[in-house]
């Protein structure tokens, strides 16, 4: 059964520093791979995803993430946090085969907290 | 441009009752998704529509809950006698059609129900 692990509860960082949320992920196949984030009282919004090509993959508001297929990891990063940063982060796996639809199978969240 | 909408935002109703909740996706998105995410947890799949049908209703708990799509745009998820156990936030989710399966999904802002 296709699965993700998000280690890590809560990340505290200071603003201004480099900060990295880790997912990894098990699944049949070569995967399909999100980052979505949810803030307070608010919907959850896309990031970035990866489907194939260039292991490092940019996306919105200064994040990247970067797809390790020997790790079976999928690491969030951004070189410098901001405090609007802070806010619940949400891995997630698209479940193959991929002629059949959309379900996205997601990590528990990691609360990321960015202090000035 | 609008995104994907969910009416109520918030519903309370008490154990044995019936609920109704309501997705309109983004429009032109075929596909449709239910997710139903508890606190501290990551959303988890419930039902997917391609169009009116659903394609994947695997997730669904159990016969009480029921959804639907008739004209491939608003769809209702229906619970018949809740129970405290439903608590949760339903969120609805749209995107382009999943040929391919790589398009993300985009998430309406949920609605908490709250089963006393």
């Known amino acids: 059964a296709q699965s993700v692990a998000q280690p890590e509860d809560q990340v505290n960082v200071a603003e201004g520093n480099p900060l990295t949320v880790k997912c990894t992920y098990s699944?049949?196949?070569?995967?399909?791979l999100f980052w979505y984030v949810q803030y307070p009282n608010r919907g959850l919004q896309f990031l970035l995803k990866?489907?194939?090509?260039?292991?490092l993959v940019k996306g919105s508001y200064g994040f990247e993430a970067e797809f390790n297929k020997s790790q079976t990891s999928f690491h969030l990063k951004k070189p410098s946090a901001l405090v609007s940063d802070s806010a619940l982060y949400f891995c997630a796996v698209r479940e193959p085969p991929y002629n059949q639809g959309g379900k996205l199978i997601f990590g528990q969240g990691t609360e990321l907290s960015v202090k000035p | 441009g609008a995104g994907v909408s969910q009416t109520p935002s918030n519903k309370v109703t008490e154990k044995g009752k019936y609920v109704e909740l309501r997705c309109d996706p983004i429009?032109?998105?075929?596909?449709l998704y239910w997710y139903r995410q508890s606190l501290g947890q990551g959303p988890e799949f419930l039902i997917y529509f391609q169009g009116t049908g659903a394609a994947d209703d695997s997730g669904l708990p159990n016969d009480r809950f029921f959804a639907v799509r008739p004209e491939g745009s608003v769809s209702t998820l229906k619970i018949q006698r809740t129970e405290r156990g439903d608590s949760a936030v339903y969120l609805c989710?749209?995107?382009?059609?999943f040929g391919g399966g790589h398009n993300e999904q985009f998430f309406g802002p949920g609605t908490r129900l709250t089963v006393l």
């Open positions: 429009s032109g998105h075929t596909a």
């Open positions: 989710a749209s995107s382009l059609a």
């Open positions: 699944v049949s196949g070569n995967p399909y």
């Open positions: 990866y489907i194939t090509g260039d292991n």
